[in-house]
């Protein structure tokens, strides 16, 4: 159970965060990763050549109240 809410006004590094928090999971469980798996969500990336967004984790601040 995740038990938390994600709140960004770039809604690329939202789905940036929210997927490298599902590959976590994934590996956890001993699941392939996403791209491993054929699903890797390349919208993400995309978007954020389309300057819509950050899709970088390095650059994208998490903040935990």
């Known amino acids: ?3 938390a809410l994600l709140f ?3 809604p ?3 789905d940036a965060v929210g ?3 599902i590959e ?14 054929g699903r890797h969500p390349q919208y993400i990336h995309t978007a954020a050549e389309y300057g819509l967004g ?4 390095s650059r994208i601040d ?4």
Not at 32 to 37: I, T, Y
Not at 54 to 57: K, Y
Not at 62 to 65: D, E, F, N
């Open 62 to 65: 998490i903040m935990y109240c």
């Open 19 to 21: 997927a490298d928090l």
């Open 1 to 3: 159970k995740f038990g």
């Open 8 to 10: 960004s006004l770039d």
């Open 54 to 57: 950050v899709d970088d984790l």
């Open 24 to 37: 976590q999971q994934r590996r956890q469980h001993g699941m392939p990763s996403l791209r491993e798996a």
């Open 12 to 14: 690329v590094a939202l």
